[in-house]
């Protein structure tokens, strides 16, 4: 739909207003402002011309208007703007970049009190003033007027850039270069395009319940994940890229296996927790797991007449369907034991892979049938663009007659293999002669695979090599004793991202709406951000150790991404220090802070690093220098 209320602010000789409204529909109205007063233009005959022409088609015209203060130019009811226009903003002669800074910080704090919720702001600059990769050539961020930095500062982010072109608006003649009646030098200029950034928000984890037998205990989710659990990814209504592959890839196998697909149970809980497929697979799923401490609550009596505490959730296992898993470090036996519930800690489900004998050790298993889980798994990692803490898995079980296990094995790979392909190779920009690869590499013991993956979709110049999946041929049944099991996992989010091409994992958990519409039912193209070339800002953290407690890297990235609100994308080790005399050890880290989908401003980003400061000294036990 075409923008119905046009402001243009900055205008110089009106000459842009002009050219601009004689392109409009008839519907839109156009408000065309100055910071001069009409004395200032009163000998200047094409301004005068201009205003003259813009008068007689309906045009508002307003003089003294400080594109620094919109809100105090604007009554209430004449705000709501679906576009501002600002061409080569200036501070006036030889101003340097900080002062040009300045004013487009200004501005754009200033558009956020006049502009509607989905409106846009257009800022023509002159080449390398942005100080974007668009820019060509793209000057030193110091010397630039970082128009992305002070775009966040009022809540808007870059969402397309584009060459100026005069001749997409005859008539225009930009004045003003210098506080003179010259014109700026237009070759190589920029559109730059922005649109208001969701708002960071306070996720606070929320309080769950959940009733073992007849008792409840409520748990506090892991603040790392707020925000990130049961988003529905993968329901019926969703239209998420996520769901999508996962239909795609099931749709696909079942032209070659018949079906069977399983309710997946309560991502909170791992039901027959330490029966994952060998020992080894289980003591690595389970030290990266998130685990929980349960309390007894006895509050939950007080929700039947209308208690219930905001921001809980409820779920319901049974004793014969929960299995305690392991927590490391604890006594397995006193867990297990009814009374001691409150003192449990049960783990976030690490991996679909924990349901595996819960599915074969069923009567009614169907031997050729491809059993399939489809659901959201948890796992601490380290930072980086392509590991995340919340995904979705997909899980294919195969049981077959042990006499037919190569042939079978070697059947569901081929399928695997040409399906995968496919996906990932239909994003192809045509008459590109770039493709991605799948193979199946042997792990360490010889008998099982990694599902890896050579991709070009995130640009010619970068090859990604990831592991999106496993392959294991290690599960056996006390019930199914005559046969062999296979069992695929398929990390979703990763394969989503390799198929549209989105270069980062975070996009896909974003609650903003401009991502789902980048991904129409039926078509498959690459993904197009609408949040380009975020700033980035880089602040380092050192620490004393202490001699008693052992420090755990990955729990610090997990404080990191929670602090930070997944903001911090890269964390690098720099430097070991060991004091002379004392022999207290000191480690030094870089932190890398950077969004794909918000605003971010330095202040929030020296907020965040001191919070971080905070956390690893009550959380990890670390004394920050």
Known sequence: MAPRRLLLVGEGNFSFAVALNQTLDPRTSLTATCLQRPADLAQDPVAQENLQRLRERGAEI????????????????????????????????????????????????????????????????????????ADKPMREWHNSWQVVAMAALGGFILSDVHPFSCEAVPGYKCTGYRSQDKSF????????????????????????????????????????????????????????????????????????????????????LPQGGTSVLTVGNCDVLLSSAFWISLCEDNSYSESLTGGTTQDTEDFIVSFSELSLPRCPGRDSKSAAHEGMYDQAKICLRPSLLVHVQTVIQAPDFLPGSLHILSGPVFQKCLISPFTMPAFHETLFILGFDKNLKDGCLQSLLDHLNGILNSLLNQTLLEGSELSSSVEFVFEPN?????????????????????????????????????????????????????????????????????????????????????????????????????????????????????????????????????????????LCYRLTYQTCDKALTQQQVASMQSQLRKAIQQQLYVTPR
């Open 185 to 268: 030098h237009v070759e190589g200029a920029l559109n730059h395009i922005f649109t208001r950034s969701l708002a960071f928000e306070d996720l606070q984890p929320r309080i769950s319940r959940i009733k073992l037998g007849d008792q409840w205990f409520s748990f506090l989710e892991p603040e790392v994940l707020a925000g990130k659990l049961n988003r529905g990814f993968l329901e019926a209504p969703s239209c998420h890229p996520v769901k999508t592959i996962n239909e795609k890839l099931i749709s696909e196998l079942g032209k070659a296996f018949p079906l069977k697909r399983l309710t997946c149970p309560s991502h909170l």
């Open 446 to 586: 010889g008998k099982d695979y990694m599902v890896n993956v050579k991709s070009h979709n995130f640009g010619s110049d970068c090859i990604k090599d990831l592991i999106i999946g496993s392959v294991t041929t290690s599960a056996t049944s006390i019930i199914h004793k005559d046969l062999c099991f296979v069992c695929v996992s398929v990390n979703l989010d990763l394969l989503a991202m390799l198929v549209w091409g989105i270069s980062d994992w975070r996009m896909l958990w974003t609650f903003d709406n401009r991502f789902l519409k980048n991904f129409s039912p039926g078509k498959t193209a690459p993904f197009k951000s609408y949040s380009l070339y975020p700033p980035y800002y880089v602040h380092d953290i050192s620490f004393w150790l202490d001699e008693k407690k052992s420090f755990d890297e990955v729990e610090f990235h997990t404080v990191a991404r929670a602090v930070s609100q997944d903001t911090v994308i890269s964390i690098r080790f720099l430097s070991r220090f060991q004091h002379p005399k004392t022999e207290q050890v000191s």
């Open 62 to 133: 307003r003089f003294g208007v400080d594109c620094t203060q919109l809100v105090d130019a604007f009554e209430l009811q004449d705000r709501e703007f679906d576009r501002i226009y600002f061409n080569f903003p200036h501070c006036g002669r030889k101003a340097g970049v900080a002062k040009n800074r300045e004013l487009l910080a200004k501005f754009f704090q200033s558009c956020a009190d006049v502009l509607a919720e989905e409106g846009e702001v257009h800022v023509a600059l002159c080449k390398g003033q942005g100080g974007t990769p």
